[in-house]
């Protein structure tokens, strides 16, 4: 495998996820190492994945057993049990909107960590991918400058100087040199399968990352609806929301556990390839590079010299011993050839730019670029990419606690507005002080003898036919000069010094038997004091 590498070490959170079980649907362990594209081990991350159902069905039977508890359990529906409910109700909401807003933060910290991985090793692979290609364009743009411009230069000039042997010695030399060169750049490795592959990669991880990162934002845009939702329908008391409340709660339910699953699939398998990248690389690419460029540029081991050291110095020698014969031949032949000075100077700039393409080659063969890149997008997916699906994990969990809790606070409200209409039924409809009574009362003639406050006052002729009984100890004058005041400056008359019983006004706390009392007492005090109109 290789030495111990001390500039990457997998996390810790990696690590633990690495160690847990691996099993089939027969429940059959399976291997931990990284294969994607082993049936085995999908279906073990698919087994990871069911846990999370099997988590949502039991969460769904706590909940079933809540309600079967709440509907049998019989309640007392006297005042003092109906405050105690209302404040659980009110509790209850409040917990699960404080449980919501937490798991949305939670959600969106987690999501972007994971962007911010995802990207991070983007980018590494691009900058890997150009690294590659660079050096395919090297090596090829090269090699047809060896193999072509130079040939024709160099043709050209053995019919010029075909009349010197030694020049002509000089050139064949020369062509030979060239021909080596262009074997040791065929000699490295092609990266053009390699290169297609990380494009290829990059594109598809772009793609999923996208589609994730935005299902995620509109997921945390829905569960805050939800939420408010939820507590529009506690506070409205009405029963359409609440049942939309719990078709909503029951909904996001079901998504927050699916979005466990996903996450928990998802964190493993990439935990899997963190805990041992190395040997995951050199398996997928034994086919098109050879081990010993795979380890130099994984490990990038500065005692181990490079694979591409001796073809670069063959390269290196080659090329210097080039520019020295065709220096010479500028030197002492061209005198003699003025005509062969285009070819002399043609070749001296093609071997003057194939040294600085061998200068160029030389950065990018060497381990340090690429495997700067691999380390950052190593570090990007398995640090920030993981920690990031765990907050999407732990976001999933608070979200479903939130929704449990909404969805157990939905019967509870219903119990209590149902408590309400029940308590709003049993008031007395002859009640002149009942709010349907009012409201009806504008739509129903008053009764004959049974008179209430208000047809009593509308009867009377004028204001100053409104005075107490003769009984009374409480002197009328103060209170006509007031009520006389309100009438001047265009107010009704106003009774609030006038006594109870005067102005025809009930106690303020009172039962149907008080009201029956009072209402005969007034009667009984009408008969007697025959001195107000009818």
Known sequence: MGPARADYLAPWWA???????????????????????????QQSLLVLGLLAAVCLGLNL?????YLICLC?????????????????????????????????????YGNSET???????????????????????????????????LEQHLARLNELLASRGDYVQTLKFTQQLAGSI???LQGLPAWRGVSADLTELSGQVAYVEYYRWLAYLLFFILVLTVCLLACLGLAKHSRCLLLLMLCCGLLMLGLSWASMAVDTAAAVGTSDFCVAPDKFILNQTDDEISAEVVHYYLYCDQSLSSPFQQALTVFQRSLT??????????????????????????????????????????????????????????IGICYDGVEGLLYLG??????????STVICAAPRA?????????????????????????????????????????????????????????????????????????????????????????????????????????????????????????
């Open 321 to 378: 011993t080039m520019q020295i014969q065709i220096q010479g031949l500028i030197q002492y032949a061209l005198p003699l050839f003025p005509t062969a000075e285009k070819d002399l100077l043609g070749v001296q700039q093609l071997l003057n730019s194939s040294e600085t393409s061998l200068h160029q080659l030389t950065a990018l063969l060497d381990c340090r670029g690429l495997h700067k890149d691999y380390l950052d997008g190593l």
């Open 15 to 41: 690590a633990w996820l690495h160690g847990l079980p691996h099993r089939d649907p027969r429940l059959q362990p399976v291997p931990s190492t990284f294969r994607p594209q082993d049936p085995d081990y």
């Open 115 to 149: 962007n911010d991985g995802v990207f991070q090793l983007l980018y590494a692979l691009d900058h890997a991918n150009q690294t590659l290609t660079g050096i395919d364009s090297l090596v090829a743009s090269t090699t047809l400058q060896m193999q072509g411009a």
């Open 414 to 534: 219903w119990q209590q507005l149902a408590g309400r209409e029940r308590d709003y039924d049993d008031m007395d409809e002859e009640d002149p002080f009942n709010p349907a009574a009012r409201r009806m009362a504008t739509h129903r003639p008053p009764r004959g003898q049974l008179r209430s406050f208000c047809s009593y006052s509308s009867s009377l002729g004028s204001q100053s036919s409104l005075q107490p009984p003769a009984a009374q100890t409480v002197s009328n004058a103060p209170v006509s000069e007031y009520m006389n005041q309100a009438v001047l400056f265009g107010g009704n008359p106003r009774y609030e010094n006038v006594p109870l019983i005067g102005r025809g006004s009930p106690p303020p706390t009172y039962s149907p038997s008080m009201r029956a009392t009072y209402l005969a007492v007034t009667d009984e005090h009408v008969r007697h004091r025959g001195d107000f109109p009818a």
């Open 182 to 184: 262009v074997l040791q």
């Open 72 to 108: 049998c359990c019989k309640r007392e529906q006297d005042a003092e049990s109906k405050r105690p409910h209302s404040c659980c109700v009110t509790w209850m909401a409040v917990t699960a909107g404080l449980i919501c807003c937490a798991a949305v933060g939670v959600g969106f």
């Open 394 to 403: 732990l976001f999933s969990l608070l979200a479903a606690a939130a929704f």
């Open 61 to 65: 039977l706590f909940l079933t057993v």
